[in-house]
């Protein structure tokens, strides 16, 4: 299932697992590429553009973790996004076999890493596409990459502001005041009212969750036995950092949806407004959205919210997993994306972030802190940011992004942008390397 984001500026990554991987966080040398190196990244722009030879360029464990068949798919992917390749533009060297570059296409960069294998014929056994950007011509202000968002199929919304010690100052917006739907994002929601509770004293990270047996969603603990025990701490991590389904679920009734739905007021969360009451868990919309090819989510739909409490505690609880098709998601097509998920404003995801800022200081903050920041997003450009909080989230037709970050000077900005398109999928390549744009384009030098 697409709905959750992680690290979303990826395209593709495929790693033997004997083999060395590619940096997750390269530091570039001062030494020019060696040849190995110039050869390969070569060769990956041959491939982009319809040429090489797949079996010679990649290693066979390569070749077993990502079929050329799927390489085929995803080239398409990134050529109907950016256009033909032109060329390596740029190589910096992590050590003789491995590299982070960057490759030219007609309308924008690719940023990619490298890795192959030492011995000779050094074919790959890593590579990371790791998001792509506009060229600086065509996105040279933050008003440029908003007009390029803005041009994107769908309904779309930005807004970059910058923090204090009262309200938010806006610095660029488009559409900051419409709600769309943001995926896991909402799980910004669950970590806040895990933050208020801890400050009031009702719980401390270390308190730990003994599953009882409920049914989960994907994710790490799905799988796990009843009575397994599981810290209020590690669920927070990986709700937010690797946006575990399962993690989410378990805090959001472990906490009280009630509690929860008692947040969105708190946090700033209002443009979505009651179309987020029920809170939903992760579990609920999938079998919503799938069941009966959507039979039960349209009986949801026709129900006022107190029904609506009744239908999920009762009939939807006791539908089996079983009965979510397989592949639900799978074939990139939006499913009631309107109707059926949570849903803010680029606003109030800032002044989510706002709040969850403002607790930096409190008795959570060093966990807060902590939480928020493993998951950088968007690793290239938030190396320019002293600090980097992050939740995305994403399905078919929604993507959104929101970032907490504090400048090399000290100042506190929110930036939040989302699509959603009930047409088709969105264009990660092309959203991602616009958000990336102006994560550089905002960063105080």
Not at 24 to 52: E, H, I, M, Y
Not at 94 to 118: C, K, Q, S
Not at 194 to 207: F, H, M, N, P, T
Not at 267 to 294: C, S
Request: charged share 20%; hydrophobic share 45%.
């Amino acid at each position: 299932m697409g709905i959750a984001i992680g690290m979303i500026a990826l395209v593709l990554q495929a790693t033997a697992t004997s083999a060395t991987p590619p940096p997750a966080a390269p530091v570039a040398t001062s030494t020019a590429p060696s040849p190995q190196l110039k050869q390969r990244t070569d060769d990956v722009v041959a491939l982009l553009g319809g040429n090489g030879d797949f079996d010679a360029i990649f290693a066979p464990s390569f070749r077993a973790a990502l079929p050329k068949a799927k390489l085929d798919a995803l080239t398409a992917q990134i050529i109907a996004s950016l256009g033909k390749p032109t060329g390596v533009e740029k190589i910096e060297p992590v050590g003789p076999t491995m590299a982070r570059f960057r490759i030219g296409f007609e309308r924008g960069l690719l940023n990619a890493e490298i890795a192959l294998d030492p011995a000779a014929p050094n074919q790959i056994v890593g590579l990371l596409f790791k998001g792509a950007e506009p060229r600086g011509a065509q996105a040279a202000t933050v008003g440029a990459v908003i007009e390029q968002l803005a041009a994107m199929p769908g309904k779309s919304g930005f807004a970059l502001s910058r923090l204090g010690s009262g309200a938010s100052v806006s610095i660029a917006a488009h559409a900051p005041t419409t709600p769309l739907a943001i995926g896991s994002a909402f799980k910004l929601v669950i970590l806040a009212e895990l933050v208020r509770s801890i400050e009031a004293g009702e719980r401390q990270w270390s308190d730990v969750v003994t599953l009882d047996g409920s049914a989960l969603p994907g994710g790490g603990y799905a799988q796990q036995p009843k009575g397994t025990r599981i810290p209020l701490r590690e669920l927070a991590e990986r709700m937010i950092s690797v946006s575990d389904n399962s993690a989410t679920d378990i805090l959001l009734f472990h906490l009280g949806r009630r509690k929860v739905e008692a947040m969105l007021p708190v946090v700033g969360m209002t443009d979505g407004g009651a179309r987020n009451i029920p809170f939903l868990g992760a579990l609920e919309v999938f079998k919503l959205k799938g069941v009966d090819g959507g039979a039960l989510g349209s009986r949801y739909l026709t129900m006022p919210a107190a029904q609506r409490r009744t239908f999920l505690d009762g009939p939807v609880r006791d539908t089996p997993i079983a009965a979510i098709p397989a592949g639900l998601f799978q074939d990139g097509k939006p499913l009631r994306i309107e109707q059926l998920e949570w849903f803010a404003s680029p606003n109030d995801l800032v002044r989510t972030m706002d709040w969850l800022r403002r607790h930096f200081d409190g008795p959570a903050a060093a966990e807060l802190r902590a939480v928020l920041s493993k998951n950088p997003g968007l690793p290239e450009p938030a190396a320019s940011w002293r600090y980097v909080g992050y939740k995305g989230g994403s399905e078919p037709g929604v993507l959104t992004m929101t970032f907490l970050l504090q400048g090399k000077d000290g100042n506190w900005y929110a930036l939040s942008g989302g699509v959603n398109d009930p047409a088709k999928d969105v264009d990660t390549l092309r959203f991602t390397g616009l958000v990336s744009r102006a994560l550089e384009l905002v960063a105080p030098r």
